[in-house]
Every structure is written in C-alpha cells, then in structure tokens.
C-alpha cells in the first residue's frame, strides 16, 4: 500500500517483524536509485529538493528510514551498550546485539522487494555507505552498481575520526528540540564541509528531523550493528558490481584514508575525492554528485546489458 503526498510516494516494506518506511520521487519506469541513510539519519536527510535533482537526471529516486529511526520500526526493548560490544569483539566473542549490517542490508532489499524492482543502482553516505558495500558482498545479483560516500571498510587502521569528532560522536545530545538544533550545527562546524555552513538551514532541517522522530537511543544500537559486524575488507576483494567512491578531503568524522582503502579493495572501483567537502554533503556538491553518480549508473547499466546475439 502507497500514499501520495506532494512529489513523494510513501509505502512500508516488510523485512521480517521489520516494518520500514520509504518514499519515491519521480518516474517507476525510470531506473531506480536507492538511497540508504548514515549514522541516525532519517531519510528525509535526503531532502526533496537533492531527490528531484535526482528524477531530473533520469532516476527514480527511492529513500527510506533505516531500522531505529524515522518511521521505521524501532529495537526500544535492547539498551544501547557499546562498551559490552568493543569490549566483547577485543576478546574474540561475538557480541550479541539486536542487529547487524547484514540485517540492515537485507531491509534494502526488501524496499526494492516491496516496489518490485528486481536491480537498482545503490548509493549510500556514512553508514549508508557500509550498508550498500554490504548489500553488494551479500546481494550482488540486486545491484547494477554501488556509489559509496565519506565510508569505510571497517578495518580500523584507516577511517578514523579526529578526536574533536569522536568526542562529539559519543556525547549524548540533548533531550530538547533546541537542543538537537544546536547539535547539528556543532557537528557541521566539527566535521562538515568548512566553507559551506549554513546554520540557518541546518537549523530548519534539525528541527524538522526532531519532529518527525526523535530516537536517540537508535544511534547507540546501529553504532552497535557498525561494531558487531567488522572488517569487510576481505570480502570487498570479491566485489564485482562496478564501483564508485567518494569522499571529501576535509572530512573529519570518517578520514578520507576510509574512501582510499575501500576504493584500493573493489576491483576495477573508482574514487572521486571532493575538495573541501566534509561529512556532509551540502548543496554546493549536489550537482557534482549527482553528475558522478549519473554518468557511473549510465556505464554500469550498460555493462550489465547482455550482448547482442
């Protein structure tokens, strides 16, 4: 079942006991982009405006909220507790955790399931990015290709916050409409791109976010799933479907070293490293992006046709 609500088409697929919420935007019959969230992000992070920039260059833009956050289904009844999980992986364990990046992946797919769509082309940020590597070690045969953005490949030596962003990463925010407003600038001003803040659109956008869903808790346990499932690296060396990485060279939150070690592990993948673009991806970069991850979709679709007999 869908709605209709302005330029956006809303339905809930099912992974599971899991219930996740989506949008579309533009043509069914156009090929189809998924776009998977970061850390704690909804998906309306992937404001209207970028999506329709999207349909304009011939896609048909898909965005959803991940499990715990937004309008998707929530793990309330586990406490977060990433201490346990670090501390279980240092002693060779597996840690028990509500759910994995595997999981997470496994929900991308069951959007693409609940529309029907049998291939698409995925494009993930942060988290995001983690989420589609996954999606492409685990579900190649539903991919035509894989853009990932300011992520990494889960080896530890490479990626790494600075210390002013790590600190900020694991600060609890505030209970307060105002005070989430006030977080997210300080994280733009943290980690994001240096000469593109824009405090009073930050401050619109946070304070939407907060009133649609307010889950803080989701953070701690998808920082959890982040944890629990480890180092990719291995498995990103088997990757066949056509690549693309990008990152900004002033990214703080995940080092572009994060980019470069996931690019050197796809075969065949390509990097695009963004000046001055930091985590985040502010309209100044829409349009380079969306040109990038065009033109990517463009050759990998037409890798993925069969030969003329």
């Not at 592990?265 to 985040?280: E, I, R, S």
Request: some cysteine.
């Amino acid at each position: 079942m869908s709605t209709t609500n302005g330029t956006a088409t809303s339905g809930t697929a099912r992974n599971g006991e899991v219930e996740l919420f989506y949008e579309t935007f533009g043509d069914p019959a156009d090929v189809p982009l998924l776009l998977v969230n970061g850390l704690g992000s909804q998906c309306t992070a992937y404001v209207d405006a970028l999506c329709q920039e999207y349909v304009d260059a011939g896609f048909f833009a898909i965005r959803f909220d991940n499990r715990d956050v937004g309008l998707s289904t929530k793990f309330a009844d586990v406490q977060p507790d990433l201490g346990k999980v670090v501390a279980a992986m240092r002693a060779g364990e597996s840690p028990d955790v509500p759910y994995l990046l595997t999981d997470m992946a496994a929900d991308g797919v069951a959007v693409l399931d609940a529309l029907g769509i049998d291939r698409a082309h995925v494009f993930g940020v942060s988290m995001g990015g983690m989420i589609v590597q996954t999606m492409a070690i685990e579900h190649p045969e539903r991919l035509i290709s894989l853009t990932s953005v300011m992520s990494t490949s889960g080896d530890r030596t490479v990626g790494q916050a600075s210390a002013e962003a790590s600190k900020l990463l694991f600060t609890p925010a505030g209970p307060t409409r105002d005070d989430a407003i006030a977080r997210a600038i300080l994280g733009a001003r943290t980690y994001g791109s240096p000469d593109h803040i824009d405090a009073e659109a930050l401050a619109a956008r946070a304070g939407a976010a907060y009133d649609r869903c307010f889950h803080p808790e989701g953070v701690g346990r998808q920082l959890m799933a982040i944890n629990a499932s480890g180092d990719r690296s291995a498995a990103l060396e088997s990757v066949t479907t056509p690549t693309l990485v990008i990152h900004g060279d002033q990214d703080r939150l995940i080092d572009m070293s994060g980019g470069v070690r996931t690019a050197e592990l796809v075969p065949g993948a390509k990097l695009v490293v963004l000046k001055g673009m930091g985590h985040d991806h502010p309209p100044a970069y829409w349009d380079r992006i969306v040109e990038l991850v065009t033109d990517h979709a463009a050759a990998a679709q037409v890798e993925a046709e069969p030969d003329p007999i």
